[in-house]
């Protein structure tokens, strides 16, 4: 698979923290940073309901100005729909903002504006919006999204130029990009697939392909040739965004030069994920600081588990970041803004979880979208602002240190690996396994380079040249039945211990063996109901005598019908290895299963895991490397019920840590025992939706 190549350098420095801490060396990454944070970079996001008229607007100023602190940045939309404008009301627009944002500074905001659409995100408004010879947003089966226009169009690009012109002459502090700029827009889903993109995929190919022949390309034949175009695919995404970023770059910095961009990004798979380069583009020749807003979707809090999903979206997000970058301000989004809709408990926790996860601030978008008096928001404001010491807390203790710990693999060609067997590549979707698995305590990370142990699911490997598979097992892998079956097709048997003999589609439940991993739940059992919720139970055979089992399958009369589905094994690499048969990613959150995994998270670590929460609780844990000697890291009760006795174990020679509750209020906890590496800490209460912050000096 010589498509890969550009995917090596990714892991070049893949488990250097782990080596070296198995040599005993403290651990840093190339990613530590000396960039000194002080407080949080919050902002408020303003629809043109609230701004386009002086007496609403000054309305929303006196608000800011009663809850002082609440926000540092007045951001001002240019739009409130989604699709283009026509120049003209840019042109307007601009003009008023112009004075808006006089009147922002006089109060003491830095402000900015946000170009809701420079290609546009969907078709809405349509006979208000840009109408002209542009190229259309086209996906592969020639479908249009009159909403979306796109990058590679030279008239799109002339009107690009104009918007950000006009933009950066009204004299804003930065310019935010929106996230329109990317391949998935309503209704038509991934582009664009319009002739002048496929005649220049051509020219970077060298083969001249039409929308038939190039969906043909992408799902059918050899594997490896499929891999090779898909690949060359993402490159044309990552390119083709990299050369407007170029142009709208050169047109901000010709008017002023120091003007700063920002970038929304989201999980951007099938754009190749190339922030790292995006971030250089914008930054220019002369360096300019750029700013970044990762997102997600979570519009309303009536599933919880969402929340800290998108956390998850937006740590993977950042850990691609330069160092440089260091205003990061997550997409905070209540769309459509009706209050009811997310408390502001809520939000204010969200804020906190996406810093813990790596942000280093917030972009709050959760004022109305209409021009209305701001009563039923001022609640809201008012709640940010007492949360106002929290987030520049987190801010300044968490800063831009990486996340350490467990990573659920991925890269940024892992979209390539999608249906490769059958199926249409381009609907292939999100190409990593669920996170529930972090919801018990185990901390995750976003980054090879950060990971102590490495999770894989099916696919992720089929990417990757020999040489990065041989890495990835010589560290700690937890791995499910179809990724095993993969590795073993692909040669590395020798190295997994196992092989699938086969799988049963009912009435099958785990049963724990007699294995120290399994401590005192011998004989225990896990019964996820096939019948209600789906998915096969693997047998496994062992291949290597060495290869141990942790779980073996039983009916619904107890008798056992396979010795083994779940197992570990130490490979001659020294990598250790657990294959789980039985529902892999969920169903993690009883006593017996949640244990078992943190035991065998740890053995798969070789206690190189930075830290752990012991006790049972329903814990999202994000630790950060240590920076001079002081360990941070932040954790939040996902759970209605509090939290009682906290039993955080933190690798560290240390025996006191500082915590801090949501109000700033420290508290001082002495390690009350040690277990190997691990300083035992008994937080003694967090309240429901609660998030602590630890400081270990
Ligand atoms: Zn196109």
């Known amino acids: 698979m010589k498509n890969v190549i550009v995917l090596i350098s990714i892991f070049i420095l893949f488990s250097c923290t782990r080596v070296a801490e198995k040599q ?24 043109v309901p609230l701004w386009i008229s ?32 026509p120049l003209e009301v840019i042109k307007e627009r601009t003009v008023i903002l112009k004075e808006r944002m006089v009147q922002a500074r006089k109060r003491g905001y830095k402000t900015g504006i946000n170009i809701l659409a420079t290609i546009g995100h969907h078709n809405e408004n349509l006979e208000n919006s840009l109408k002209g010879d542009y190229t259309p947003m086209t996906n592969i089966e020639g479908a249009i999204c009159n909403g979306s226009f796109c990058p590679n169009d030279k008239q799109m690009q002339e009107y690009i130029r104009n918007i950000y012109q006009l933009t950066a002459q009204a004299n804003p502090d930065y310019i935010w990009i929106d996230d329109d700029i990317r391949f998935g827009h309503m209704p038509i889903g991934l582009g664009c697939f319009c002739d002048n993109c496929l005649n220049i995929f051509g020219k970077e190919t060298g083969i001249k392909y039409t929308r038939e022949s190039l969906k043909k390309a992408f799902n059918e034949g ?19 965004i990299s050369h407007l970023f170029e142009l709208i770059e050169k047109t901000v910095h010709d008017i002023n030069p120091t003007m700063p961009l920002g970038f929304m990004t989201g999980d951007r798979f099938f754009e190749g994920y190339d922030f790292d380069n995006w971030a250089k583009v914008l930054s220019g020749p002369n360096h300019v600081s750029v700013m970044w807003r990762p997102g997600g979707g979570y519009y309303e809090d009536s599933n919880t588990n969402s929340l800290v999903g998108k956390s998850h979206d937006i740590g993977r997000q950042i850990s691609v970041l330069p160092q440089e970058v260091v205003s990061i301000q997550s997409e905070i989004e209540n769309f ?16 906190c979880s996406h810093i813990a996860a790596g942000c280093t601030g917030a972009a709050f978008n959760v004022l109305s979208m209409y021009s209305e008096p701001l009563d039923e928001y001022e609640p809201l404001v008012a709640k940010l602002q007492e949360a106002r010491p929290f987030f520049d807390l987190l801010a300044k203790s968490l800063g831009r240190s ?38 018990i305590g185990l ?27 041989r890495k990835l097992l010589s560290g700690g892998v937890y791995m499910d039945a179809e990724a095993l079956q993969q590795l073993n097709d692909m040669g590395f048997g020798e190295l997994t211990g196992f092989e699938v003999e086969g799988s049963e589609n009912k009435d099958r439940i785990e049963k724990f063996t007699d294995h120290p991993l399994n401590g005192g739940f011998v004989g225990r059992e896990r019964d996820n109901r096939q019948s209600f919720w789906n998915s096969p139970a693997y047998t496994l055979r062992k291949t290597d005598q060495q290869a141990q089992t942790l779980t073996s399958l039983i009916d619904y009369s107890g008798k056992e019908v396979f010795p083994c589905t779940t197992g570990i094994f130490e490979n001659k690499l020294g990598g250790r290895i657990c294959v789980a048969g039985y529902y892999p990613w969920t169903f993690m959150e009883n006593l017996s299963k949640s244990s078992q995994m943190k035991a065998v998270f740890r053995w798969l670590s070789e206690d190189s895991l930075p830290g ?20 941070a890291l932040a954790f939040t009760n996902s759970s209605f019920d509090p939290a009682k006795d906290v039993v955080l ?49």
């Open 24 to 47: 005993g060396v403290p651990a840093k990454s190339a990613n530590s940073t000396d960039a000194k944070i002080e407080k949080a970079f919050i902002s408020f996001r303003i629809g």
């Open 54 to 85: 002086e007496t609403r607007c000054n309305e929303l100023f006196d608000l800011f100005d009663k809850y002082k602190g609440v926000t540092n940045e007045i951001t001002f939309f240019t739009s409130e729909t989604h699709p283009p404008l």
């Open 222 to 240: 050899l594997s490896e040739e499929k891999l090779k175009i898909r690949e060359a695919w993402l490159q044309h995404n990552r390119n083709t």
């Open 336 to 351: 459509p803004y009706q209050r009811l809709k997310k408390a502001a408990n809520s939000v204010v926790l969200e804020a």
């Open 402 to 439: 990486p996340i350490i710990g467990i990573q659920t693999f991925w890269n940024k060609s892992s979209y390539i690996t999608g249906n490769l067997q059958s199926g249409n590549w381009i609907n292939s979707g999100n190409p990593l396994v669920g996170h529930d698995i972090y919801n």
């Open 443 to 469: 901390p995750i990370c976003y980054s090879n380079q950060c990971a102590s142990v490495t999770i894989l699911g099916k696919d992720n490997v089929l990417g990757l040249s020999k040489e990065e598979i």
């Open 612 to 631: 752990y929460i012991a006790s049972f609780q329903k814990i999202n844990l994000w630790i950060r490397e240590p920076q001079n000697g002081k360990t």
């Open 649 to 697: 174990m933190l690798k560290t020679d240390q025996k006191t840590i500082r915590i801090y509750d949501m109000n700033c209020k420290e508290t001082v906890i002495r390690s009350s025992g040690q277990d190997g590496p691990y300083q035992k800490f008994i937080i003694p209460e967090v309240g429901s939706w609660q998030m602590r912050l630890a400081i270990n000096e």
